[in-house]
Structure formats: structure tokens, C-alpha cells
């Protein structure tokens, strides 16, 4: 932005959450071709469960240059330090969702003793050039990296059985580093032309990436926690298992696509990427190598048309090709996920400021990667799963100074291939319902000008509990609750969460890790833009 600009935000809130952000742009010279804009922020929270805690620092700086009338060059970084210290892995089905003989367990007890440190960073330029009206330039580049380490003495503590007395929960400690470096190169050109009385817009280019990925880690036996008198920090013993793996993974993708106005309401969209890939897996324990490799081609197409001005029905068809990153616990290698979507659709603008959309999609996803459940670090691979749905939002301005956002989303996510689940069975931690109402007024004028109020109401369906659906989370409806003023550049808000206190479950990750959702929630900002 040329204009100056800035931005202090500071919120604090119950379970001792507390961050400041500030976003800071404007010219760095007098003849406003060199811009700057920098965000960051710092959160220090806590949670309902003992002893949780997260700390975080962002900061995401963004450099622009005109390097002429044609031409201007981004500068982008961001740098993420974060500690989730003792983050709650969840609860056992029994004691939670199902009864327990000793009664139910406390919605805030905790089982993990670790702590996870972590920091990401990502780095890069975008380089754009226009040669003329009918021809331009976009090329990118972009490192990033993510490292994240449960190291002694703050391993994690994992549930890995529950005993029959509905008490004493067994539990493996384990140690963790995973470092993973991500290139990329993208290159776009793009040309608009007719044919006739036919425009294009059509775009040819290429990305090319690199991506490394080194994991290491430990498995130790360890004691045995009473869930309902539990005592912390005994010491881990025999080493059970452990693992040192590098995964290197190199890709190439060249695309074509053409946006074809055919009218000024019929819009059409072609095109298609191939990919190719060569991935090494190594063990560097075992001292063995395996390798593989593939390509495909993933073909798009979409269509708009606006029959009439407030009116557009669209359609689109897309396949995708991507590698899996890393290997299972039993050392074999991923295979690349693929996918298939189809997705029909209505926007209609009911007035100006109101508008609403209509959607009917069916997915297809094979071999997705879900968390491994009995090994912690680990993800296994489903078949095959496929989700068919209806989506139906309403957006916009009711009357002056009342605005409105409701939804309600169908999904039917089933397993259509597997060699071990089921046929059938609902994808795990997926619900057939969820609906929302989100709905804001302020006062426009008088003495209560900037004055506003919001509710929120939301609604999530039963969700499958586990791969083997033995279980279901049960459906839960929240409210939420809003108090805010605005009056020029300072603005002022009191957030409420779970207003009415219900105790639900969140999600599932199997029968021992339930997660308790988070109960009643207060959360007060104070903003400033100058």
C-alpha cells in the first residue's frame, strides 16, 4: 500500500491467553516504489487442560520494488517459533463418551507429560513483469522449513492401552526430530489473445521442487498413569523401538491452461498439469535404500454462465497427482496420493449487498494419509474414500448494519477401497450435518453509533470415532456470543465462546485419545488503527 498504515491489536482471555499483533506498511522512499508491510505477533496461551500451554512468535515481513513501469519484484519471509508444552493427546472412550465403573474422567485431565518445540521459516521473491497488454511474466521462488523436536527430557507420553479396571492407562514414552526443507520454482507466462469473437487468456508454465525430510526417534516403556489419581514425572525405561529415515523427493510439473470467454456470460476453463517424480527412501538404521517414481497427467476443466445478470451456475471437473512424503512404520513406502472432484454450483445475488450459493460435489481420494494410531510419528494410508455432499450458504447485508453468514453442509465421506477397513465405514472424524449462523448488527447512527452485538449459533453432526467406526462422537450445538465497539480507528470487542458451557467432544483419533472440547471461553481485544 503507498498510503501509510498501522495497525496494534491485544487481546486477552480466561486460561491465561494473551497475544499482541501488529501490522505496519507504507513507503520506504519519497517516490513510493520501494513498499514495506510487516506483521507480527505473540501469543502466550493456555487451555482448559492441566498443564497445556502454547507459546508462538510470528514474524512475516514483505518487501515490494517497482523496478520500472513493467516490472516489480516481492521480497517475502515469515519465521514461526513455537512451544505447544504439554498439548493434550486426549481421553479414553471409556470414561468420556461411554461410562466408566469408576466414574467419568475429568474433562481436564491431561496424559501427556512432553513438550514439543518447533519453528518454521519460508523465504522467497516473485518476480513480475508485463511486456506488453497482451503478454506477461510471473516467476517465483520459495524456501521453506519446518523443524519439530520432542528431545529428553520433555518426550511425549502416548496412550497405548487401557487396563480393564477403567483406571490405569499404559502409556509409551517417545522422543522426536523431524526436519523437512522445501524448494520451489514456479515460472508463468501468460498471453490474452482472440480468435475471432473469442478471447483467451492462456497461461503455459512450469514449478520445479525439491524436498528433503529427515526423521528420527525413540520409543520407551513407560510407567502406567491412573487416570483417576495420577501421578507425573516418573522416568522412562527400555528403549522399544527407534528409527532414523531420510526421504528426498524431487518433482516437475508443466502446465497448460486457457480461459476462453466465448461471451460475455459464458466463461470456459481448459487445461491440465503432468507431473513426474522421483522419490529415495532411506533407513538410515538398517543401512538399506528403496526408491520410486511416477508421473501422471491431471486434466481441469470449469464453466460459468450467468443466464441472467444476478444469477451464475458453474461447473468444474480437476484430477490430482501428488507424492506422499515418507514411509509407514513397517518401513514401506507411501504411495502418491490421487484424486478425482466434481462439483456443480448456483451464486445467485439476491441484492447487492446479499448473496447466496448452492453446491453439489462428489471427491475421490485414494491412498490420503491419516495419523497411525498405534504408532505416534507415524501415518498409514487408506485405500480408497470418496465424499459426496450438498453445501448452501447465505452471505451479506440484511438491512443496514445487520449482517449474515448461515451454512449447512451434507457430507457423505465413506471407504469405497481398503485392504483392512471395512468397505462402507464413514472416514473417520467426518459428520454427515453441520450447520452455522453467524449474524452481527450495529447501530448506524445516534448515540449508539458503532455499537454492536453478534451470535453464533453452530451445529456439528455424530462423527465416526475410529477407521473400524466401533464408536461415534456424539453431535453437539454450541453458541457463541459477541459485545463490540467501533468508532473511527479504535475498536473494542469482548468475545464469547461456548456461552452455555456444554460439555462435548471435539474429535476422535480412536478409542484412547477423545478430546473434550473447550468450555465456556472469554476472550477481550482492544484495537487501534493510525
Known amino acids: 500500500m503507498p498510503d501509510p498504515y498501522y495497525f496494534a491489536e491485544a487481546t486477552v482471555g480466561n486460561f491465561n491467553f494473551y497475544r499482541g499483533e501488529v501490522d505496519l506498511s507504507g513507503p520506504i522512499n519519497k517516490s513510493q516504489n520501494v513498499l514495506y508491510r510487516l506483521n507480527a505477533s505473540y501469543r502466550d496461551q493456555g487451555f482448559f487442560t492441566d498443564f497445556s500451554q502454547t507459546r508462538s512468535l510470528v514474524i512475516a515481513p514483505v518487501l515490494s520494488l517497482a523496478l520500472g513501469e513493467n516490472t516489480k519484484l516481492t521480497l517475502e519471509g515469515i519465521y514461526k517459533d513455537l512451544e505447544f508444552k504439554q498439548i493434550s493427546f486426549g481421553l479414553p472412550l471409556i470414561g468420556t463418551i461411554q461410562s466408566n465403573p469408576n466414574g467419568r474422567i475429568p474433562r481436564d485431565r491431561n496424559v501427556n507429560e512432553g513438550t514439543l518445540d518447533a519453528d518454521g521459516s519460508r523465504a522467497g521473491f516473485t518476480l513480475e513483469h508485463q511486456f506488453s497488454e497482451s503478454w506477461s511474466l510471473q516467476s517465483a521462488f520459495q524456501f521453506s522449513r519446518y523443524f519439530s523436536s520432542y528431545s529428553d527430557p520433555k518426550g511425549a507420553t502416548f496412550p497405548t492401552q487401557l487396563l480393564p479396571d477403567g483406571r490405569t492407562l499404559e502409556r509409551v514414552y517417545f522422543t522426536a526430530d523431524y526436519d523437512q526443507r522445501d524448494y520451489r520454482f514456479k515460472t508463468d507466462v ?3 489473445f482472440t480468435t475471432g469473437s473469442i478471447r483467451h487468456q492462456l497461461l503455459l508454465g512450469f514449478d520445479l521442487g525439491r524436498q528433503t525430510a529427515n526423521s528420527n526417534g525413540v520409543d520407551r516403556e513407560m510407567a502406567p498413569l491412573d487416570l483417576f489419581n495420577p501421578i507425573y514425572g516418573q522416568l522412562p525405561g527400555d528403549i522399544l523401538f527407534e528409527y532414523d529415515t531420510n526421504t528426498v523427493t524431487d518433482e516437475l510439473g508443466l502446465i497448460i491452461q486457457d480461459q476462453i470467454t466465448i461471451a460475455n456470460n459464458l466463461i470456459l476453463l481448459v ?23 511416477g508421473n501422471a497427467f491431471s486434466p481441469r476443466a470449469g464453466i460459468v454462465y450467468k443466464p441472467i445478470s444476478p444469477i451464475s451456475l458453474y461447473a468444474n471437473y480437476s484430477r490430482s497427482f501428488q507424492p506422499a512424503i515418507g514411509q509407514a512404520f513397517d518401513g514401506s513406502d507411501f504411495e502418491p496420493t490421487r484424486g478425482t472432484q466434481f462439483e ?22 485414494s491412498n490420503v494419509l491419516t495419523e497411525d494410531t498405534s504408532n505416534p510419528g507415524f501415518s ?51 459428520t454427515p450435518n453441520a450447520a452455522s449462523l453467524w449474524t452481527t448488527y450495529e447501530f448506524q447512527q445516534g448515540y449508539l453509533q458503532g455499537l454492536g452485538f453478534g451470535l453464533g449459533l453452530f451445529y456439528v453432526g455424530d462423527r465416526a470415532g475410529d477407521a473400524a467406526n466401533t464408536f461415534e462422537v456424539p453431535s453437539y450445538f454450541l453458541t457463541d456470543a459477541a459485545v463490540f465497539f467501533k468508532r473511527e480507528r479504535f475498536r473494542v470487542a469482548l468475545n464469547i465462546k461456548n456461552l452455555f458451557n456444554v460439555n462435548y467432544f471435539e474429535n476422535a483419533f480412536g478409542p484412547l485419545r477423545v478430546s473434550p472440547g473447550a468450555p465456556f471461553t472469554v476472550q477481550g481485544s482492544i484495537s487501534w488503527t493510525f
Not at 487445461?271 to 517414481?293: C, I, V
Request: glycine share 8%.
Open 190 to 192: 501468460i498471453s490474452k
Open 271 to 293: 487445461g491440465g498439469r503432468f507431473n513426474t517424480f522421483s522419490q529415495t527412501d532411506r533407513d538410515l538404521l538398517a543401512d538399506t535404500k528403496t526408491s520410486q517414481s
Open 344 to 365: 456443480l454450483g448456483v451464486k445467485a445475488d439476491l441484492n447487492p449487498r446479499l448473496s447466496t450459493t448452492l453446491a453439489v460435489y462428489q471427491i475421490t481420494q
Open 380 to 430: 498409514v494410508q487408506t485405500g480408497e474414500q470418496r465424499s459426496r455432499g450438498v453445501e448452501v450458504s447465505i452471505i451479506g447485508e440484511i438491512l443496514p448494519g445487520w449482517n449474515i453468514f448461515a451454512s449447512y453442509a451434507y457430507n457423505d465421506a465413506r471407504i469405497t477401497e481398503d485392504n483392512s477397513i471395512p468397505v462402507g465405514n464413514r472416514v473417520q472424524r467426518t
